[in-house]
């Protein structure tokens, strides 16, 4: 069976992320499709706005046969490690390709666009290093170095990513098949239309109470949604009664930001506020909410660090249906780690920490709701769709 796999965070689902499927298909001709999904905490550093069981059951109604996990410390990271450890467990389940959406669009494009680039030189290296000791933050350092080399433009998450996976597909001779399909909607745009959809856009409309019905096929009026300003009192708890050092044992609290954000958080009045009144060239948007989610859920540098410098040792399974559990096991005697399809926590020290995080997720919400979260989180996946369902 052929196997194609997606990146995904489905957050929330929306007819772009469909079309996406239904061209994943099309174009690698896969029998299956295997998504890697961030788990209650995304890469732009916030809560996912709908729960990860909510979530997985929406991929499987898309039409997506496998969902895996991409456990949390991985997915609140930079593009690289994002991709680094997507395209790790995509390539662990023998998937043929990857399909993704870029701004660049054609594959033939994307592809000689970035391999005769000067991406990987050592003068990239250097120069990257000596704007970021300007004080510019890595992601804008990087647009604007490749902008003097090559007139590559680098500043859209898409391009980004798609690059960070093509980096990892090229590094370590995986046998993925790149395929990128023209990302049309404006990622950014906190407005929805019927030209222009948008997860940040449904989010927005959903915080202003607006009907998104047309434009996800999930039944969000009727789903818990989380956000990020809703954390503004935990965290200004946690970053008025710890001490400066007890911070900078959190990761991503470095350079001196964790005076920055004791100074700060006396000032603000909400979330938003507060992320604005740090952001500055050095820190980004998204590296100051990651940085918040790491302290609201307590990850300690010496985990972090430990456990980004070395590969997946397990690759959770979130959800499954016949073709999907067909697939796995045809490749069950290639694996080399293992596929979870129970809560191993006392095997893993990564899945406690996933445990950590869902009662992070869940400690702004009520007691029914929370106890749901926890129980959901131990016992509820993989979640199994049967083909008459």
């Known amino acids: 069976?052929?196997?194609?796999?997606?990146?995904?965070?489905?957050?929330?689902?929306?007819?772009?992320?469909?079309?996406h499927l239904k061209m994943a298909r099309e174009l690698s001709g896969c029998d299956i499709v295997i998504g890697v999904m961030s788990s209650n905490f995304v890469q732009r550093g916030e809560p996912a706005i709908v729960s990860k069981q909510e979530r997985v059951r929406a991929a499987l109604e898309a039409g997506v046969n496998v969902v895996v996990e991409l456990p949390t410390l991985y997915a609140v990271e930079n593009a690289n490690v994002f991709a680094k450890y997507a395209?790790?467990?995509?390539?662990?389940?023998?998937?043929?390709?990857?399909?993704?959406?870029?701004?660049?669009?054609?594959?033939?494009?994307?592809?000689?666009?970035?391999?005769?680039?000067?991406?990987?030189?050592?003068h990239l290296d250097f120069l990257v290093s000596?704007?970021?000791?300007?004080?510019?933050?890595y992601p804008k350092a990087m647009a604007m170095a490749l902008k003097q080399m090559d007139e590559i433009r680098l500043e859209t998450p898409n391009d980004i990513l798609g690059m960070c996976y093509y980096n990892e597909v090229k590094n370590n001779n995986y046998p993925i098949e790149i395929i990128t399909i023209k990302r049309e909607n404006n990622y950014n745009s906190?407005?929805?239309?019927?030209?222009?959809v948008s997860a940040r856009g449904i989010r927005e409309s959903l915080k202003n109470k607006l009907d998104v019905k047309k434009y996800s096929p999930m039944d969000l009026d009727s789903m818990e949604k989380f956000y990020l300003d809703e954390y503004f009192d935990l965290?200004?708890?946690?970053?008025?009664t710890m001490s400066a050092s007890e911070l900078e044992s959190i990761h991503l609290v470095d350079e001196g930001i964790e005076n920055l954000f004791k100074k700060?958080?006396?000032?603000?009045?909400?979330?938003?506020?507060?992320?604005?009144?740090?952001?500055?060239?050095?820190?980004?948007?998204?590296?100051?909410?990651?940085t918040i989610i790491h302290i609201i859920i307590n990850t300690k540098k010496e985990f972090a660090k430990e456990y980004?410098?070395?590969?997946?040792s397990y690759i959770r399974l979130l959800g499954v249906d016949d073709k999907g559990s067909k697939y796995l096991k045809s490749i069950r005697k290639e694996l080399t780690i293992p596929v979870l399809a129970k809560f191993r926590g006392n095997s893993f020290?990564?899945?406690q920490y996933e445990k950590q995080a869902t009662y992070a997720f869940a400690s702004v919400k009520d007691e029914k709701l929370r106890s749901r979260l926890y129980e959901e989180e131990h016992f509820i996946f993989p979640i199994i769709k049967k083909e008459n369902q």
């Open 1 to 19: 069976m052929k196997a194609c796999g997606i990146v995904i965070e489905y957050n929330p689902l929306h007819i772009g992320h469909l079309k």
């Open 87 to 122: 395209l790790e467990i995509l390539n662990s389940l023998k998937v043929n390709s990857i399909c993704f959406g870029s701004e660049t669009g054609d594959t033939k494009a994307f592809l000689e666009k970035y391999s005769k680039s000067s991406l990987f030189t050592p």
């Open 130 to 137: 000596d704007l970021m000791d300007e004080g510019y933050a």
């Open 190 to 196: 906190e407005f929805i239309s019927d030209d222009s």
């Open 235 to 240: 965290l200004k708890y946690k970053l008025l």
């Open 264 to 290: 700060k958080i006396v000032e603000a009045h909400n979330m938003q506020e507060f992320i604005s009144l740090c952001v500055s060239k050095r820190y980004t948007f998204a590296r100051i909410k990651r």
């Open 308 to 312: 980004l410098s070395k590969g997946i």
């Open 349 to 351: 020290m990564m899945l």
